[in-house]
């Protein structure tokens, strides 16, 4: 019986998720009893009334309510993003726009009796301004995870005090201008914060988002210094045009998300492509003299012959072989026989051109492939022997190590190479035998 293929596993939902969630549902309760808890403004410059096609019933909506729901749909999308992509900053993102709306429904309407009014439109303000102050935060999770400490927390309450008591006492004077003055300080940080972010890496999406940022700072900064209370002339017109802007925040910032998925990606590629180098890299390199192995050979010998018979370039191989290396291995051991083995091959790849090649051919045994006649095989290969027996490194081996070399030329209609490997072998046995008579 065959088994179906099983199909993708949904992704897991990371525990901050529920964390989140149950803050922006608290957030949603929140907003939605002070929507029906309130009696909602009905001048012309602060609704939109839109008659139902049933009957008589009126809706009517503030601007301020209407950007608060925009808000909380902007937080909920940021929430959808966060089961797919867990990261800090998108958290601290749902946290923020969560804030910004519940502040905007709380001062949408008005209530009675007035001093409750008062109180809830400065802690409106201080919600708008720990938003800020969360969009700072995100900015810097994006670099690294943050800590959050007790401390944030007993600094901020004092200001809540401030922002909920003063107004019922002097109405919105103590509130307005100091409140939209900090969202505007905490804007700017943010905005500066995120366009810090190019430094680190190129990305379109903080651009936006660091630009939309500055632009709601400075409109917090105008609101501030131009208007005198939040039911001035205008205060409409500029919160219109700040939830546009704020819309424009909003799409940087999923642009962002998109931005950090596709370097993620792009950096596993780059990591994965390093691996393969590596792993190609052990594969056809001798982990114990770094010189290339035979599977490299039978590699790159094909290619080789093509560039010598298109280009009519010469090609000779030298087979190097270390004298009385096993009396080495019995009398010191394998590790001094490793050692020079090591040796010879770093002499071997300090002394031949890095256009040539050189090999492990196994054992105490190395071949190197050269771009040259073999009459001048033969002349650099008695170089060789004698360089090595006056090299630093020769001189701290034991007396009797010599190389003995051997060289054959590689013909324009050579097909079997392995045969002039073999030729190559057999002059070395026979100058071996030479210097040893």
Request: glycine content about 6%; charged content about 20%.
């Amino acid at each position: 019986m065959t088994r179906l293929p099983a199909r993708d596993a949904m992704p897991r939902v990371p525990r901050q998720f529920w964390v989140v969630s149950l803050a922006v549902a608290v957030i949603l309760i929140m907003a939605a009893a002070s929507t029906y808890a309130a009696r909602p403004a009905m001048s012309a410059a602060q609704t939109i009334t839109t008659n139902t096609p049933i009957g008589p019933a009126v809706l009517t909506i503030g601007p301020r309510a209407l950007a608060g729901w925009a808000a909380l749909v902007i937080s909920g999308l940021m929430l959808l993003v966060f089961i797919y992509r867990p990261r800090q900053f998108i958290a601290l993102w749902t946290t923020g726009w969560a804030l910004t709306g519940l502040s905007l429904f709380l001062a949408s309407a008005e209530y009675r009796p007035p001093m409750l009014g008062w109180m809830l439109y400065g802690v409106s303000q201080f919600l708008g301004v720990i938003a800020a102050l969360v969009f700072v935060l995100s900015a810097d999770a994006y670099r690294s995870p943050l800590r959050f400490r007790r401390e944030y927390v007993l600094v901020l309450v004092p200001v809540l005090l401030w922002f909920a008591l003063a107004p019922m006492v002097l109405e919105a004077t103590p509130v307005f201008a100091p409140g939209h003055l900090m969202i505007a300080g905490a804007l700017a940080a943010a905005a500066v914060a995120h366009l810090l972010l190019l430094r680190q890496l190129w990305m379109l999406g903080a651009m936006v988002a660091g630009a939309g940022l500055l632009v709601l700072s400075a409109l917090n900064a105008w609101t501030a210094i131009a208007l005198p209370s939040p039911a001035a002339d205008g205060a409409a017109n500029l919160l219109i045009i700040s939830a546009v802007v704020y819309l424009f925040v909003a799409g940087g910032m999923q642009l962002m998300t998109f931005e950090d998925v596709t370097h993620e990606l792009r950096e596993s590629n780059r990591e994965l492509a390093r691996a393969k180098d590596e792993l190609s890299r052990a594969a056809l390199t001798d982990p114990l003299t770094g010189c290339r192995n035979r599977r490299f050979f039978d590699e790159v010998i094909g290619r080789e012959l093509q560039r010598h018979r298109r280009y009519s370039i010469p090609l000779s191989l030298l087979f190097v072989d270390i004298d009385r290396f096993k009396a080495i291995n019995d009398t010191y051991g394998h590790d001094v026989g490793d050692e020079v083995l090591k040796q010879v091959a770093a002499f071997l790849l300090a002394h031949i051109r890095e256009a040539d090649y050189v090999f492990r051919w196994g054992g105490d045994e190395f071949l190197a492939l050269l771009s040259c006649s073999e009459a001048e095989a033969r002349t650099r290969g008695a170089a060789l022997e004698t360089a090595f027996t006056r090299s630093p490194g020769a001189q701290g081996m034991p007396a009797e190590v010599r190389l003995s070399i051997g060289c054959a030329e590689i013909k324009d209609d050579e097909t079997d190479v392995m045969s002039l490997v073999k030729v190559a072998d057999d002059r070395m046995y026979e100058n071996k035998r030479r210097a040893a008579s």
